[in-house]
């Protein structure tokens, strides 16, 4: 089976500090993808980064990056320079790449940006 | 470029009723997932459905049917509403290939069951 993990409910830092975000999964498969993507309370889910499994390096995009440990099956995400807008629910997310590409969601992490 | 859309926004229903959800996908997008995120959980997938045939479930009874049209769209419908489908549930668009494809999330309808 192939699930998702969130070990961290709620996390809550101030404005301009660095955040980390914690995510591991476990998969038998090989090609697959991991994603973080952002639920703000207006509900839709808005992808934040994306990482390739046959990609060593960490993905990265603006204030946004990743920890990527395909050997632990551990996928972090942090969030430098926090901004009040980055208040959502983030949720960590994996596909294989065959047939739906469905993704499985971890529970979540409410993280609130404080000023 | 239009995104997502899903429609109603929000919905209440009683124990036994059926419900039917819409999604509009995304222009270009031949592909629709669905997804039930109960509340403080993660989405779970319910199915998907590509050229108007479903091509893959998830764990879910098959009182949880759909339809993809022509077009693209596609509908969820819910038969014998129990109070645990109470949830948002999410659609998703993309379009097939032979890669990695990315969907894009609609804002969801959130049903309520009394």
């Known amino acids: 089976a192939q699930t998702v993990t969130q070990s961290q409910p709620e996390m809550s830092v101030q404005e301009a500090e660095t955040v980390t975000l914690s995510c591991t999964y476990d998969t038998s498969e090989s090609n697959y993808y991991l994603f973080w993507y952002k639920q703000p309370p207006s509900r839709q889910m808005i992808l934040v980064i994306r990482?390739?499994?046959?990609?060593?390096q960490n993905a990265t995009e603006n204030r946004f990056s990743v920890n990527f440990q395909k050997a632990a099956k551990s996928f972090s995400l942090k969030i430098s320079d926090s901004q009040l807008g980055d208040t959502a629910m983030y949720f960590c997310a994996f596909t294989v790449i065959q047939g739906a590409q469905k993704l499985v969601f971890g529970q979540g992490t409410r993280l609130t940006i404080n000023p | 470029e239009t995104g997502v859309t899903q429609s109603p926004t929000h919905l209440i229903k009683t124990r036994g009723q059926q419900v039917t959800l819409r999604c509009s996908s995304q222009?270009?997008?031949?592909?629709v997932s669905w997804y039930q995120q109960a509340l403080g959980q993660g989405p779970q997938f319910i199915f998907q459905?590509?050229?108007?045939?479903?091509?893959g479930r998830g764990n879910f009874p098959p009182r949880f049917s759909g339809l993809q049209f022509p077009n693209y769209s596609s509908e969820l419908n819910v038969n014998a509403l129990e109070l645990d489908d109470s949830a948002l549930y999410l659609c998703a668009s993309s379009l097939r290939s032979s890669g990695y494809n990315e969907q894009f999330f609609g804002p969801g309808t959130r049903l309520t069951v009394l």
């Open positions: 222009s270009g997008h031949n592909t």
């Open positions: 459905y590509y050229r108007e045939e479903e091509n």
């Open positions: 990482q390739e499994a046959y990609k060593q």
